[in-house]
């Protein structure tokens, strides 16, 4: 299970998604013997996870373990492990409402696994991605000690899992919960708002725009994520919630006018009702992360999205290529 080299051991799960492959990729450059677990699970097309873990496969340093966090044999895939990073968990807000069972078990269960095992296996410290979600309609910017109020099962399993995880932080194992929120940038799962965006008005397609657009977003982008939690691994916030966010909150609706400005064309939108369990806004404050974990976002959003728009085009033209 574990690869060859002599850095320092660690586990991400989700290796394969979006911000976990991306962690492995930054993690494995740094000299840590990287081991990554994935379920393969069908909350969005497999076949992007599919191909991000062969693509982790080719980076030296890194093994693949598949399976379900609650059935496989933990304690065994962490041994010798400092650190885990665990990212494996269901996302997403509106499908949560009619499987709340799958959360429950992707979330929570899970969660309760991967602590018991890095306990006994003696692991460090467990880095745990949780979300801005656990805020629900809170007063902006939301702040880590405020009262937690989610609207959603998806937002109670996350704010479910991070209480397990800071009740388990002790001297025997420390435990760090980061709150990101509305991560971006290329290879963004294809479910999320930027990516259906960008999609539609590349293929002069409608947009569908849930709501009336004032919704604000705290877009955060991948790489600032990332960085954020590996530092997470060794920095003084055992025991604590941190923000981890962009920096800026930005709405739907000028997300929509750089779009115009990105594609060329400004794009068609077909407005609905918005959505249940969507918030109006979500901004972070980060004190706790600059003061704690050094943290300081770097990329502005229009460069952000600058960069997923280009990535979609190839990614588009890549995908023609193939079906020819």
Not at 86 to 100: D, I, K
Not at 225 to 236: G, I, K, R, S, Y
Not at 256 to 264: K, P, S
Request: charged share 25%; glycine share 10%; net charge negative.
């Amino acid at each position: 299970m574990h690869p060859g080299g002599r850095g320092r051991r660690c586990v991400v799960t989700g290796s394969a998604g979006f911000i976990g492959s991306t962690l492995c990729r930054r993690l494995a450059r740094e000299g840590w013997v990287v081991i990554g677990i994935d379920a393969f699970t069908d909350s969005y097309d497999p076949v992007e996870k599919v191909l991000r873990a062969a693509s982790l496969t080719q980076v030296a340093g890194t093994s693949l373990i598949v399976g379900d966090l609650a059935e496989l044999d933990l304690e065994r895939a962490f041994d010798g492990a400092e650190v885990v990073f665990h990212l494996a968990g269901r996302a997403g807000v509106r499908p949560s409402f009619s499987a709340e069972d799958r959360y429950v078990h992707d979330n929570v269960i899970a969660t309760e696994r991967v602590l018991e095992a890095a306990r006994r296996a003696g692991v460090r410290r467990v880095v745990y991605a949780s979300s801005s979600s656990v805020y629900g309609d809170g007063d902006a910017p939301f702040r880590e000690d405020a009262a937690p109020n989610p609207i959603s099962p998806y937002g109670r399993t996350k704010l479910e899992a991070e209480e397990r995880c800071l009740a388990a932080s002790g001297p025997d194992l420390e435990a760090v919960a980061l709150r990101y929120f509305t991560v971006f940038g290329p290879g963004q799962r294809p479910d999320m708002a930027l990516r259906l965006f960008a999609e539609a008005a590349l293929a002069g397609r409608s947009i569908t725009l849930l709501g009336d657009g004032t919704q604000r977003r705290d877009f955060t982008y991948v790489h600032d994520v990332v960085a954020a939690t590996a530092a997470a691994a060794d920095a003084p916030v055992g025991g604590l919630a941190v923000n981890v966010g962009g920096g800026s909150s930005v709405s739907l609706l000028e997300v929509l006018d750089l779009l115009g400005d990105l594609v060329g064309a400004e794009p068609t939108v077909t407005v609905q009702p918005v959505a249940r369990g969507d918030v109006r806004v979500t901004s972070a404050d980060l004190t706790r992360a600059r003061d704690l974990l050094g943290f300081e976002p770097r990329v502005p959003f229009a460069v952000g999205y600058e960069r997923q728009v280009a990535w979609l085009r190839q990614h588009a033209g890549q995908a023609m290529e193939r079906s020819a």
